[in-house]
């Protein structure tokens, strides 16, 4: 570990945490501390003025990706790090219709994977530390729940939820021409000659399917993910520090291991090569591109914002926050194929081509169990399943989940202890499901007069 | 000196140009470039993925706000630094009225103070390197302009416009009998006790005539601007760091020197300090309060920020960042005596209590010329002129200058080489009385039939 210094490690933590649970992450500890009893709210984590060394969550050493803290940091990141703007632009919000209430979500219910014992939506939204979730049915609000540190006007970590805007973007290009899904990298990004990336296809980097040599074993101090961590740290480097800068730097170190193509691998790092392909492309940033294409198309009632690297490129593979509504907002529109009111915000193939999955042999042997049968596309994971549904997903239960069948989109921002949504599929993809049916049931028979 | 390293000053550099410069700067040199030849976008800072070498304005080492550098930065500030948002809610922006375009304005000559040769409104713009300016006259916009880095939906440093700001919260709270202006700080921070503020009143904090013991002498290494940067900088402190952290530790260091209440002695802590008042008063950060009680009032287009500590305190001394026709929308409100379309915003008696000014025997004492017989009446500067105008001032050229008797409020952010207003109210000052009186000759002379 040529550059780290027990200074460096200490200011990167905050930052590498951030990072690494992006991604794949380390062993965890069984929780604590329930949702009630870890609400960041009831816990007072910076209240007071100062406040109190024992509930001061700041920078760099309060290891403040840490559970339970990482419940009121999701929320707050842009007090933490550097952040770039992602514009709503100037005009009035677009405001979501919203459907009479329906009482009976609450009530609906499901078994969770590996389990016996039936649980209500309503008990699944503590089970997976929600902090807010929105349901949209044929593009009307049909329930919206906030907790813990997250209200209506609040932010929230979309974490690996970042990926997926960046494919979608990607995606958005190739539809329109301006982008070669077919092209090599280092044709577009010439900086990349010599990495891993170089001879890698646009189309593998979107798909995840690149053959990289990059360790995320947390326990090695040499692991890949600790270089790129502090890479992409935008806060001050130790004097001693000899390694990459920035997420370009970083990314042209990567080394190659295998071939590109016969194996999905989920990691980060394809996104923030993404982003500079990206970059190269339309000669903006993704923070810019999110505005351009999206932000200012939507009728979005937040700003959302990008934390940056020390040279201020956006995290492509993970920085972006945004307002509950406002993932909804996308995630109708990704389900009404890019029409927005009669208007064609992006050509609806760049929906139909996420749609469409990716490699499933390839998929199969990433070995996600709860994603039997899946793929991954354009920065989406594609279930495969009877509904069609698909989603962006995000550590600690981050999830945009499409359900084009049941006319249904889900957002949903969590502060779950455990990274993985190995941990938090089991009481999640079965409420959606359940959620799912009973929406179209309600949809099939309508109230009928009596007799 | 006893924290300060080299790595120290490398770290902190860039926050303490900021932090410094609020207050009075140190010596200068000519500029080098004029407005056109040192405009940000045509020098082509942070271009390109990712920006080469000598384009790159980044932490901690780019020295960020020297110039020419700082023309880039002032409209940045947030990729570069932690901020806590000042949200302006969900709602619509209330637009601002738009009057017919007067080509006229442009041509209104004026003397600049000093100076044989007469100058146009037009040609002050270059000479004050401005970034955007707004002209409000009735209530409408008259004139809008942007140069630089600056665009209509971007944001901008308020710098010390942030104290007027803060101060503007207080005597809101003042009018509403919720804080006494003439308690002790002491009675409302216990942790002052001690401190230089303990024994000042609220009022002597809100006016600037406290009696500090603060050097600014940056040629001094031990002088307290650097401790005070050195602990209101977010970025992680060195190992050997034995400072203050944050700026409330640093303001219960402060020693007093002299009696208060004697003279106006312009120093950014007094706000802080102020800060500090307001958030035990309310219970609220000034960015949570700026937010409540104006930028969720006024129909603001644009959230607002402010940089923030390593414990998450907002640099109530000049954090602020906002949009142009924002910070419109606050001069109106204040011009208005805190009406807005007919409903009370804040009471008219926190208006009235600025206008009536400070203590000018005070202020004299301070030695402003190109402010004689001026005053500083709850972190705004009243000219005492015939036109009764008053204004929020930082530095770069910073100002809100609102004239009652033209009924005009005028909006300019800039980012002149020098710092100080002294260098810059020459071709301002002089150029906002000559248009005050243009607008008020044509409202007094509408347009005849001919004969």
């Keep these: 570990m040529p550059y780290s210094t027990t200074k460096l490690a200490a200011i990167s933590a905050g930052l590498s945490a951030l990072v690494a649970m992006s991604s794949h992450a380390g062993p965890e500890q069984a929780p604590a501390l329930d949702a009630d009893a870890s609400d960041p709210v009831k816990l007072g984590w910076m209240e007071g003025f100062p406040?109190?060394?024992n509930k001061l969550i700041g920078q760099p050493d309060s290891n403040y990706f840490s559970f339970p803290k990482l419940r009121w940091t999701v929320c707050h990141f842009r007090e933490l790090l550097p952040t770039k703007q992602v514009s709503r632009g100037l005009g009035a919000p677009i405001p979501l219709p919203v459907a009479p209430e329906d009482k009976g979500i609450d009530y609906v219910t499901f078994t969770p994977i590996g389990s016996d014992t039936k649980m209500t939506w309503k008990d699944s939204l503590a089970a997976n530390y929600t902090d807010g979730i929105l349901v949209l049915h044929q593009g009307e609000i049909v329930y919206e729940r906030y907790f813990g540190a997250l209200r209506e006007d609040g932010k929230h970590g979309a974490m690996s939820m970042t990926k997926s805007m960046t494919g979608l973007l990607a995606e958005i290009l190739v539809a329109e021409g301006t982008l070669d899904e077919n092209a090599k990298?280092?044709?577009?990004?010439?900086?990349?000659?010599?990495?891993?990336?170089?001879?890698?296809?646009?189309?593998?980097?979107?798909?995840?399917t690149t053959a990289l040599r990059y360790s995320e074993n947390y326990a090695d101090p040499n692991a890949d993910i600790w270089v790129y961590s502090a890479a992409a740290s935008p806060l001050p480097k130790p004097?001693?520090?000899?390694?990459?800068?920035?997420?370009?730097?970083?990314?042209q170190t990567v080394q190659k291991e295998g071939t590109h193509g016969e194996a999905f691998g989920y990691k980060t790092i394809n996104t923030d090569a993404l982003g500079w392909i990206l970059a190269r492309t339309t000669n903006k940033d993704v923070a810019t591109l999110l505005s351009e294409r999206l932000w200012r198309k939507i009728g979005a009632e937040q700003d959302g914002y990008m934390t940056v690297d020390s040279t201020g490129t956006p995290f492509a593979g993970g920085g972006l926050s945004a307002g509950l509504r406002?993932?909804?907002?996308?995630?109708?529109?990704?389900?009404?194929?890019?029409?927005?009111?009669?208007?064609?915000?992006?050509?609806?193939?760049?929906?139909?081509?996420?749609?469409s999955g990716g490699d499933k042999a390839a998929f199969a042997k990433a070995g996600y169990k709860a994603l039997e049968g899946g793929s991954y596309r354009g920065m989406w994971w594609i279930f495969h399943n009877p509904h069609g549904a698909f989603a962006a997903r995000g550590v600690h239960g981050q999830?945009?989940?499409?359900?084009?069948?049941?006319?249904?989109?889900?957002?949903?921002?969590?502060?779950?202890?455990?990274?993985?949504?190995?941990?938090?599929?089991?009481?999640?993809?079965?409420?959606?499901?359940?959620?799912?049916?009973?929406?179209?049931?309600k949809n099939a028979t309508p109230e009928q007069p009596e007799e």
């Design 239 to 251: 004097a001693d520090y000899t390694g990459p800068r920035g997420y370009y730097e970083y990314l």
């Design 51 to 53: 406040p109190p060394q």
């Design 326 to 355: 406002d993932l909804g907002r996308i995630g109708q529109l990704v389900l009404n194929g890019g029409e927005l009111n009669g208007e064609e915000i992006f050509p609806v193939e760049a929906v139909e081509n996420i749609r």
């Design 185 to 208: 990298v280092v044709t577009i990004v010439p900086e990349l000659e010599g990495s891993a990336f170089g001879d890698a296809t646009v189309r593998q980097v979107m798909d995840m």
């Design 399 to 441: 999830t945009i989940y499409i359900d084009p069948t049941a006319e249904m989109v889900i957002v949903r921002f969590a502060s779950h202890p455990k990274a993985k949504n190995a941990a938090i599929d089991p009481t999640s993809l079965p409420a959606f499901q359940a959620l799912a049916e009973y929406l179209m049931a």
